[in-house]
């Protein structure tokens, strides 16, 4: 192709608005163009990344064995009122109504569309099993749309849904899946991880995340560096002390600490390691009845290290708190513990709460916590001795760099990824809520064991950007690059030997199958590097008439600081090599 055939519309500058290095490079680009808030057009040079995405994962799927379809983006409201998902979805789903003021969405996601095809079209065990995916567009209504084509509101995405018989088969299902992914994300080019994740709002207990490394990635990744352990920051275990708890060595003390609310303050007003505190998180659970009325509000309190932080994951998990919980009222902290918040602890309580202590908390001695009273703090206070065993004692924090890792394979590290992926088995959840069964060998109606696949298409090449770029511009991998390789003829206009040897050049790669562009537009040098290194094409052949002459071109990686001079019989035998032809 030629680069006249073609719209390239760099930008000088970023707009205002655009935070993050991929929206700022893809813009400036010309590859997307903002229309409203998270709401982009694809211009021609950012659809020729998102084509080679989709190729790459349509490939893949096809040889894992999943068959490809197309559900509609708009759908009706039926079949999500079948799983309760019209309203537990909440304002992040986009519903309409049509003449008829009949409801329908716009698509998030697509599980309960295509369960409603499996349970019209799967009706045998020996149907099965099936694997259908789609690459469309889905629509989530993001209260903050932000950070370009990071976190749009509409984009498009590949979903693929598993039905199996039973849940070996379909945990075997998984596993194709995550091992397809695993060569999707190879073919990409960029560096990845693949984590152990918390399946979240879809469901399900067997999920893992594929995460694109990036320093300015929203996703804390936790690994191990001697290991094959890896989880996100939600997910991943933080173990048990070694035990057994010390001994007390402290009076319990009530102490006057002005103005130390938080426990930072308090332990620099101590002069104790933030480490020796404990910090109090009151929540609470409703109880309604079927007019939507409270009918019992119960209190719990939870007690970390001063220096760790609550993970809402793992909390969401524990007896009392798997339904729902929320922040607890002044009010009701008030009436339970006497105290606003900030010097809040577990003695001396007005009114009976649920205390759920960390596994780190559980076995310390000598600790520091508010008095429920303002100003006031306990030092040296001891489990048994001062207050009674924790109603309960259980995982509640995010891990922190250097914690053991669960594998027992060495410390923990943690580095910032982009979430581009993610795998979950679904079990029965689904089918379950849709009747959508199967009859199975014995002649009974069985549920249908699902899993559910995603990509996000639009958002990896964002992905790809923040993790690979320079002060210069993006530096695309070969496989998604909108161009594998540019030619730059220096005065092609002015020389006809430069427009032969370009156009021959041109010619001969594409014929090799290279995705190859000829740029034939006259622009002066500097500027026409400037707009490639901008872009990012990988490989660029500069060819100009004093080069010629002496029977050289130069090649430059977009990733080299310089070029280096190859003779012309060897140009494409380079090309060949660099190219992997």
Known sequence: MKASQFLISTLKEAPADAEVVSHQLMTRAGMIKKLGAGIYTYMPMGLRVIQKVEKIVREEMNRAGAIELTMPVVQPAELWQETGRFDKMGPEMLRIKDRHERDFVLQPTSEEVVTDIARQELRSYKQLPKNFYQIQTKFRDERRPRFGLMRGREFVMKDAYSFDRDRDSAQASYQV?????????????????????????????????????????????????????????????????QGPRPVATQELAKVSTPGTSSCTALADFLGLPLSATVKSMVLATDEVNDYDEVTKTRVFLLLLRGDHEMNEVKVGKLPGLELGFRLATELEIAEHFGCKPGYLGPIGLKRPVTVIADREVALMADWVCGANEIDYHLTGVNWGRDLPEPDLVADLRNVVAGDPSPDGKGPLA???????????????KYSQAMNATFLAEDGKPRHFEMGCYGIGVTRLPAAAVEQNHDARGIIWPDAIAPFTLVICPIGMDRSEAVRAAAEQLHDELAALGVDVLLDDRGERPGAMFADWELIGVPHRVTIGDKGLKEGQVEYQHRRDEAATKVAVAELLALLKGKLGL
């Open 177 to 241: 899946m995550a091992a397809a992914y695993r060569r999707i994300f190879d073919r990409f080019g960029l560096t990845y991880r693949a984590v152990a994740a918390d399946s979240g709002a879809i469901g399900g207990d067997l999920s893992e995340e594929f995460q694109v490394i990036a320093a300015t990635g929203e996703d804390a990744i936790v690994y191990c560096p001697n290991s094959d352990y890896a989880a996100n920051i939600e997910k991943a275990e933080a173990l048990a002390p």
């Open 414 to 428: 943690i580095e910032r990824g982009i979430e581009v992926g993610h795998v979950f088995y679904l079990g029965t």
